[in-house]
């Protein structure tokens, strides 16, 4: 696949997919209902795993949409403030069963590292699943402490450290 080209109005090509971004408000009720749906069907019934997916936390969040060209969610990402000043968190990463393998996680997380960077952030963390650690650690997220589980399912807590607000070097 090509290289992420970023474009105006916060929505970036790769091939035939675009990424947008969007603040709570600015999601249409079909994007709304579609991104929720994906959460669900990769959170929830693929992982078994019954939670409140709707946490609270998506309306202050800015939410990262990879649609293909049929204009079908194919990925998704959100991030937010985090608690200490210029940090982050990202969470609710997925994309789409019949699509992983073919490099869109990594080109999401790249769109969602490029926008965190911008806002001049020090700091990410994420609350990865214990089996993406080699995902994260491939992006520059190193882990922080033991593993634990959350939802009945084994985590870890990782983080990114940016130096000068927006370098991309780690620690």
């Not at 939410?63 to 200490?84: S, T, W």
């Not at 210029?86 to 789409?96: C, K, L, M, Y």
């Not at 996680?105 to 080699?134: F, H, P, W």
């Amino acid at each position: 696949m090509s290289k992420v080209n970023v474009e105006q109005q916060n929505t970036q090509k790769v091939s035939e997919y675009r990424f947008v971004s969007k603040g709570f408000d600015e999601l249409s009720a079909r994007e709304l209902y579609e991104l929720l749906r994906l959460r669900i069907d990769v959170f929830v019934v693929e992982q078994n795993c019954a939670y409140p997916e709707c946490d609270g936390v998506d309306i202050n969040a800015n939410h990262v949409l990879l649609i293909n060209g049929e204009n079908e969610l194919c990925g998704y990402a959100r991030y937010y403030p985090g608690i200490e000043k210029n940090s982050f968190h990202i969470g609710r990463v997925a994309v789409r069963k019949s699509l992983r393998m073919e490099g869109l996680g990594k080109k999401l997380m790249d769109v969602v590292l490029t926008e965190i960077k911008n806002k001049k952030a020090r700091k990410i963390e994420i609350s990865a699943q214990l089996y993406l650690q080699r995902f994260y650690t491939d992006l520059g997220f190193i882990a922080t402490g033991d593993a634990y589980k959350e939802d009945g399912i084994p985590h870890i807590k990782m983080i990114k450290t940016l130096h000068g607000g927006n370098r991309d070097q780690c620690c």
